[in-house]
């Protein structure tokens, strides 16, 4: 019987593993992320001040392709800066100009599937 119950949780887990697989798959393909500043080696943040400057980074491993990108402010106001080329291998940012305190969420999108989504506050 406890062989039973531990090949039932070993398939069960297994299961969860490959259906997690073709989610991770497609977001490997990319690397997105905020920073508090706008250069390249600026690192990934998920707070920032209100007064620093704010950068949305994103860059394709896997060939070239047009990208979506889309903030959603904690006002509830979604603004998106759509069909823009990304070269492979290159590091591209968009500037977050928003100094409203609180919640953002960032979402990077490629032939309309959504590739990524990075949440980040900006602090009073």
Not at 21 to 36: E, I, R
Not at 49 to 57: L, Q, R
Not at 67 to 83: D, E, L, M, R, W
């Amino acid at each position: 019987m406890k062989g039973l119950k531990t090949l039932t949780a070993v398939l069960l887990g297994s299961a969860l593993l490959a259906s997690a697989v073709p989610a991770s798959a497609d977001a490997a393909a990319y690397k997105h992320y905020v920073a508090c500043g706008v250069t390249e080696n600026a690192k990934p943040a998920h707070e920032c001040s209100k007064k620093s400057k704010k950068g949305a980074f994103f860059k394709t491993l896997d060939g070239d392709v047009n990208y979506s990108i889309c903030v959603n402010f904690p006002t509830g106001k979604n603004i998106c800066a759509k069909a823009q080329l990304a070269k492979q291998g290159i590091l591209y940012f968009n500037k977050i100009t928003s100094n409203i305190p609180g919640k953002h969420r960032v979402s990077w999108f490629v032939e309309g599937k959504r590739v990524g989504v990075f949440h980040f506050t900006i602090s009073g």
